[in-house]
């Protein structure tokens, strides 16, 4: 039984990091909890700690409060969260993958671990100030309160401050763990930056990607080379390019963009269809939980009864109605950028093809299946026609994420693939 770092591929310096730490944190509970005091420390602890056959670790050496996991998307940040948070929870400290504590984690149900997984664009003030206060209580299961803070990047401003006030007077058995792109003060305040230990991931080399796909998944060697090469060190994405058909097809259809740019005209076109691809995906996406949280608010209403204070009762369930709305609105706006952010990704990993084989650099493509294309492209357009293209892409992406609307940046993209 692998334990629960396995899942984090290619990032052994962190890995290393974080068991130090979790074996500090359990070391903590152990000095708290000292053998023959009465303490609930169990059985099992006890066999770890004989097992160990060494003194403890210096409790709190290599453990603290606060940490953030950085990295570019899909290089598993959230991963590796959840991974630590089990190692904390594990009866044994180290993260086997097979006790209870381990395995409610990383499935999910562990009553003292809490995960913020964004919605929208923000993580709003009131969502922290309950979660904060729910942080601070005792941990039921004896170790620590972990909150693990997905996309921390997308805190509000008073979301930021809410969170800073609880990492600076932390609860003494609470453990946040927030996962950002990077520690740019665009996406982490500095003080909470400077309250927190980093924990840096690597995008993982296609090697390492195709062979957790292999071991894991059970893919094919070939596919799963080819999706991990594809997906530019993104795990989740090139999984899904291995297993799902329809994955495939959006990157086919984003991947035709370049030959079918002959004029202002299929520039605009094409510039549609993109933007018109990213809201079909994401429509499919949020469908299923929109329908599942509108039914469950639904049933939740008509309990409500024809007695005393139903009329209350209707006028709530107009706010209600109409703040799940604005959630789910919300939740569609992110996975329409999302979506096309991904897109994006795909095209700049054709331009970066072309780029590197104008200069000639010896670095294998990233689509090798529209290598022939990319070549052509770097023939016809030399290796300063590539760069700007691929700075055109790259553009894109950054004026979606200033909020530049984004049929106009698509717009704006294409035009600028189509004169070079
Ligand atoms: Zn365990």
């Not at 629960?4 to 074996?23: I, K, N, P, S």
């Not at 953030?68 to 598993?76: A, D, L, N, V």
């Not at 600076?168 to 740019?184: G, I």
């Amino acid at each position: 039984m692998p334990d629960v770092f396995a899942d984090l591929v290619g990032q052994d310096e962190a890995v290393a990091t974080l068991r130090h730490a979790a074996a500090a944190a359990a070391a903590v509970l152990r000095a708290a909890h000292p053998a023959g005091a009465g303490s609930d420390r169990t059985g099992a602890e006890a066999f770890a700690e004989e097992a160990e056959g060494q003194p403890a670790v210096d409790p709190g050496a290599g453990m603290t409060h606060a940490w953030i996991f950085t990295g570019p998307p899909g290089s598993g940040r959230s991963v590796a969260a959840r991974a630590f948070a089990a190692a904390l929870q594990c009866t044994y400290g180290t993260g086997c993958g097979e006790c209870p504590g381990c395995h409610t984690t990383m499935t999910g149900t562990h009553a003292d671990v809490r995960l913020v997984v964004p919605e929208g664009l923000s993580i709003g003030v009131g969502e922290m100030r309950a979660l904060v206060l729910r942080a601070a209580s005792t941990p039921s299961g004896g170790r620590w309160q972990v909150v693990i803070i997905e996309d921390a990047d997308r805190l509000t401003e008073a979301a930021g401050n809410a969170l800073l006030k609880a990492i600076e007077e932390p609860p003494p058995r609470t453990v946040f763990l927030l996962c950002a792109p990077s520690t740019h003060p665009d996406d982490v305040s500095v003080t909470i930056r400077s309250r927190c230990r980093v924990v840096p991931l690597r995008q993982p080399a296609a090697a390492a990607v195709a062979e957790v796909l292999v071991r894991r998944d059970g893919i094919a060697p070939d596919v799963a080379q080819w999706a991990a090469a594809a997906a530019q060190g993104h795990v989740g994405r090139a999984r899904r390019l291995a297993r799902d058909p329809e994955a495939r097809q959006r990157r086919d259809a984003v991947l035709a963009v370049p030959r079918r740019l002959t004029g202002v005209g299929t520039a605009l076109d094409a510039a549609s269809a993109l933007i018109e691809a990213a809201e079909a995906e994401a429509e499919a996406s949020v469908a299923e939980a929109d329908a599942a949280e509108r039914a469950a608010l639904q049933t939740a209403l008509g309990a409500g009864g024809t007695g005393r204070g139903a009329a209350g009762a209707m006028r709530g369930a107009a706010g209600q109605l109409k703040d799940l709305e604005k959630r789910q609105k919300s939740r569609a706006t992110r996975a329409q950028r999302d979506a096309l952010d991904r897109a994006l990704v795909d095209l700049a990993g054709f331009y970066r093809d072309a780029l590197t084989m104008a200069l000639r650099a010896p670095v294998a493509p990233v689509h090798t299946d529209t290598a022939a294309l990319a070549e052509a492209g770097a023939q016809k357009w030399e290796a300063e026609g590539a760069l700007r293209r691929l700075e055109a892409v790259l553009e894109c992406r950054a004026a979606i994420e200033a909020n530049v609307k984004p049929r106009i940046a698509v717009e704006a993209m294409m035009l600028s693939l189509w004169k070079g």
